[in-house]
């Protein structure tokens, strides 16, 4: 990360956003099971923003994604659409008619936010129905593509773009990236400047030893990320199917486990380089398939070949523990089993405990978003960690130092 990213990005506070028309671009991407919200907390996550421009007297039009759109039976079954999110919205803000937009390029719609009334809040559809064409249904990608008309067009909306999506930072879309380079009154909300103060704190002025925790299916996905955590780590503990690569990287048979063979080399030479640092499983929970059956524990030098690994074993966790037990700082991001199989929870549910009993005692500790988040709060609760990120991979971008086309623009 850069030493000054903060400095360099205008925040709310420090813009002028009084009576002004100002186009937030908020993440809405919620949960949604058989037609209902199952959490508001994303919304939530926008409100002090939110509440921040309506007490400033602003005009609040609102651009959000929703899910991925991959083919016009995505439009047309309203599954993906944000119109479920603007009744939750109006929940929240009965003193505010919330109007929501249908058509979110609609060339009636800058008369209509010209015109906006003080007590209205606008949120325009799924930024993401952009991506087909719903004349031919061709996928057009205008929105995660960037394209520079619909930039321009929603840029026409704001005379203040306000960014407040943190998990789209990393994506160079026409929403994010488009609208702040057509837009010279920009800035980023509390959400966004929260997520950065305290990935800061981790990367810059942590205090040591610091434990970093890795898991996950694939190193393809977090290259950078290892790489980087290697620098600032005392130790870096990996599970999931990433230790897999590693430990077929040393020699060690698998038999049926999930394992990256293109990514041997980079495990092996990443090793090579750091193995004083890398704590990698010396037992697993194994399956025959991957289901949520029960399972065994073997060593990782007599792995049958008929099976699969789908979690560590007990003898590894009792070395993650002793090392999360004197950490400082720790980062954790990715589960270390299939966590969503109680059959082989058990070490991803044993890390989450032990990490928040690390926060009681005085570290400070930063839970990647996504998978993580969710089953760190399942097997404790929101409040047992320092900070919980929620933006996955951008929260793994700001840290690897990798470019953030969705924050600059």
Not at 136 to 150: H, P
Not at 301 to 326: C, H, R, S
Request: hydrophobic share 40%.
């Amino acid at each position: 990360m850069e030493k000054s990213l903060l400095k360099k990005i205008p925040t709310l506070q420090n813009t002028e956003v009084t009576n002004k028309r100002c186009l937030v671009r908020v993440d809405f991407n919620v949960p949604i099971k058989d037609g209902k919200i199952t959490s508001l907390a994303r919304i939530q996550a926008a409100k002090p923003t939110i509440d921040y421009l309506l007490k400033a007297k602003a005009k609040v039009i609102l651009l959000s994604h929703l899910s991925r759109i991959k083919k016009i039976e995505d439009i047309k079954s309203g599954k993906k659409s944000l119109k479920i999110v603007a009744k939750a919205l109006q929940r929240m803000y009965p003193r505010y008619n919330v109007v929501f937009i249908k058509d979110n390029r609609d060339k009636k719609l800058p008369s209509l936010v010209r015109n906006m009334k003080q007590n209205q809040i606008f949120l325009l559809e799924n930024t993401r129905y952009q991506d087909i064409n719903q004349k031919t249904g061709q996928l057009v990608k205008l929105e995660s593509k960037n394209n520079l008309r619909l930039a321009k067009f929603w840029a026409s909306l704001g005379e203040v773009f306000v960014n407040d999506a943190f998990a789209t930072i990393h994506r160079g879309h026409a929403s994010n990236a488009g609208v702040a380079k057509q837009m010279k009154n920009k800035c980023i909300g509390f959400l966004i400047q929260n997520e950065l103060e305290n990935i800061i704190k981790f990367d810059k002025y942590a205090t040591r030893p610091i434990t970093s925790i890795i898991g996950g299916a694939k190193i393809s996905d977090k290259i950078k990320l290892l790489e980087t955590l290697m620098a600032t780590s005392n130790q870096v503990l990996i599970g999931g199917g990433m230790a897999n690569t590693f430990l077929a990287a040393l020699g060690i048979n698998l038999g049926k486990s999930l394992v990256e063979t293109e990514m041997l080399g980079f495990a092996r030479d990443l090793y090579a380089k750091h193995k004083d640092k890398i704590i990698l499983p010396i037992d697993l929970k194994v399956a025959k398939e991957y289901a949520d059956i029960p399972g065994e524990y073997v060593s990782i030098n007599k792995f049958p070949k008929e099976l699969m690994a789908l979690d560590v074993g007990p003898k590894t966790i009792k070395q993650y523990l002793k090392i999360i037990k004197l950490s400082k700082t720790i980062f954790w991001n990715g589960p270390t089993g299939v966590s969503e199989f109680n059959n082989y929870s058990n070490s991803t549910a044993t890390i989450a405990k032990e990490v928040a009993k690390a926060t009681a005692s005085g570290a400070f500790t930063l839970i990647g978003g996504g998978d993580t988040a969710a089953a760190a709060i399942k097997f404790t609760n929101k409040n047992a960690f320092s900070f919980i990120s929620t933006g996955g991979g951008a929260t793994l971008a700001v840290i690897a130092g990798e470019k953030l086309p969705g924050l600059k623009g």
